[in-house]
């Protein structure tokens, strides 16, 4: 293979000429013997120009498919999971089954960071909204920390409902968060939405409700590692808790996509002039944005909608939606 030999002393300078006029060859490691670097080219240099053979770079494969096409059947390989703290959430296919404890060992070697594989074992249900896991490979545990905009969250994704694909929502909500607004969080889960906001505005007080025991705990436990001081959390159903706040808010989240609207008239009552909801919606794509303008209208009919934004996919043809609107 053709290469330039440069003197050693002269190799950094010659390299980053090569590279400039875009003939520096990365596809191959270059040589060292004695005085002299021999650094592979692509075509002609008015350089001294010599022959030497060389070794290719081998390239490191970087996903699943890379990795397993010749000992899992290809078109079944998972194409992408979920990361929650270290832990990955995956899902597979029924008929690949028997390669599970194979993916997962795979996902561990090609992601460091990830010390955790589950894979879902059933789909979200219930009130709480969660889904069970079955570890697949590494550490035998399922709780962790999970980072994101600047917050710490600490929780088990097989007992608390929780969505790393939202930190881009929440990141919109807080961007359009008022000074010493004062906020209602219905469903607030392990804590996102509170902590997020008073990690990253001004608010004055938020308010988070939440009927799962385990996700209200960690939502506790995340105050804390957190050191927030201006988010007072409550366990109990929104339709108990919230009512005996004696409270009216600035703002009100119901991010509860399933069943949100049911809780519409229990936000108005708890609305001044001018408080935005925003409330989240699982919609096909041909009924946005007029079904969820529907439903908020059926019940509050002056609601002034503000935006509508499509925040992620739930299934195929299938939208997270949040409708931002006042009252
Ligand atoms: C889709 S999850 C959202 C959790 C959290 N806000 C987040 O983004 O991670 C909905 C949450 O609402 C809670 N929930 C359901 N019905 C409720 C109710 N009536 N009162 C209070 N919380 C409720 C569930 O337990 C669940 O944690």
Redesign the pocket.
């Known amino acids: 293979m053709k290469c330039v030999k440069v003197p050693k002393k002269k190799a950094e300078s010659v390299k980053k000429k090569l590279i400039e006029s875009n003939n520096f060859n990365f596809e191959y490691i270059p040589l060292v013997e004695n005085d002299y670097v021999y650094f592979p080219i692509k075509f002609k240099t008015d350089l001294p120009v010599v022959e030497k053979e060389f070794k290719k770079i081998e390239k490191k494969p970087t996903s699943l498919k890379e990795v397993l096409k010749n000992k899992v059947p290809e078109d079944l390989i998972p194409k992408g999971f979920e990361v929650v703290g270290d832990i990955a959430i995956i899902e597979i296919p029924e008929e690949i089954k028997n390669y599970e404890s194979l993916i997962g060992k795979t996902l561990l070697s090609l992601h460091k960071n990830i010390k955790v594989v589950a894979k879902k074992a059933s789909h ?1 249900e219930g ?4 889904r069970k896991l079955k570890i697949i490979a590494g550490e035998n545990r399922k709780e962790t920390i999970h980072k994101e905009n600047n917050v710490r969250l600490k929780l088990n994704p097989e007992t ?4 790393p694909r ?1 930190s881009t929502e ?1 990141r919109r909500i807080i961007d359009l968060i008022q000074p010493n607004e004062i906020i209602l ?6 804590g ?2 509170p902590i997020t906001i008073a990690k990253n505005t001004q608010a004055k007080e938020i308010i988070g ?4 025991p385990d ?1 209200h705990k960690y939502a506790e436990e995340n105050l804390k590692l957190n050191k927030v001081k201006n988010v007072k959390l409550y366990n ?4 108990e ?1 919230v009512p005996k706040l004696n409270k009216k808010f600035d703002r009100i ?1 119901m ?5 949100a609207e049911e ?1 519409l008239p229990l936000a108005l009552e708890v609305s001044h002039t001018g408080t935005i909801i925003h409330m ?1 919606d699982f919609l096909h794509e041909k009924d946005i944005p007029d079904k969820v303008i529907e439903k908020v209208k059926n019940v509050i009919p002056k609601a002034k909608i503000l935006n509508i934004v499509k925040c992620g996919q739930y299934s195929p043809g299938k939208f997270r939606v949040c409708i931002d609107f006042s009252v």
């Open positions: 979200y009130q709480f909204r969660t608390c409902y929780f969505s939202l929440r969080v219905m469903f607030s889960g392990v996102p939405y409700v939440e009927i799962n996700a109990g159903d929104v339709n808790v989240l991010p509860l996509p399933k069943t809780f989240y």
